[in-house]
DNA sequence: TAGGTGATCTTG
DNA sequence: AAGATCACCTAT
């Protein structure tokens, strides 16, 4: 599928963003393999005023570098020593807006990202959660900064989710973030099995 | 339910 | 320079 523009992700409204990219397909062709997946969980991540982004109020360091490209570059970080954790920026550059990809489900390239997870079932212990997901796709540290571009790591349309099959609640693991913690910019796709319960 | 894991950031 | 923290996952 052709990767949609990346004019998609300059848009000024993160959260949007967040609820319209459920349902479109993430691609990647990495060392050679290819591997297609719906987006069935989405995180917003603001970079003013919300303390969970780790970009939040303009912080610049070495990590957060990325944040200030334009919409459409691939934030991947490791956490807890282990896991890497993709994001898409989004916004123009400078505003340090951020779309954690949490889960998706498998389309096609299921028995690359068997190999790669070592795990040799197609449920949602394949790919679901931030750390899973990026391991059977592919997607590493070497991928932090990139463009997303097609034939690498790219979105394409899908199919649109309507309203009433998309779960809103708030984001996993961030409850050092005070009040913000509360804020409804979680996403997930009802009618798959393949998101955080 | 606890512990692994290491880059990043803060404190002293 | 050292210690705390951390957008998670796996196996007891």
């Not at 993430?26 to 969970?52: S, W």
């Not at 919409?71 to 951020?98: E, P, Q, S």
């Not at 693991?173 to 393949?194: H, I, M, Q, T």
Request: aromatic fraction near 10%; hydrophobic fraction near 40%.
């Amino acid at each position: 599928m052709n990767a949609i523009s990346n004019d998609f992700f300059l848009q000024d409204n993160v959260v949007q963003i967040a609820r319209l990219l459920i349902g479109m397909n993430l691609h990647t062709l990495i060392d050679g393999k290819l591997c297609v997946a719906k987006i069935t969980e989405t995180e917003a991540y603001r970079g003013y005023n919300d303390r969970a982004c780790h970009a939040n109020n303009g912080r610049r360091t070495t990590r957060t570098a990325v944040f200030y490209e334009s919409g459409g570059h691939a934030y991947v970080y490791l956490c807890y020593g282990i896991h890497r954790l993709f994001n898409i920026i989004t916004n123009v550059a400078g505003k340090a807006d951020a779309v954690l990809i949490r889960s998706v489900e498998p389309i096609e390239g299921m028995k690359v990202m068997q190999e790669r997870r070592n795990y040799f079932k197609v449920d949602k212990q394949l790919s679901t959660g931030p750390g899973r997901l990026t391991q059977a796709m592919g997607i590493g540290l070497e991928h932090n900064k990139h463009l997303l571009k097609e034939g690498h790591i790219w979105v394409s349309e899908g199919s649109a989710i309507p309203t009433e099959d998309v779960l809103v609640s708030t984001r996993i693991g961030v409850n050092y973030a005070g009040e913000d913690a509360l804020l409804p910019w979680r996403f997930c796709y009802k009618k798959s099995e393949f998101f955080t319960k």
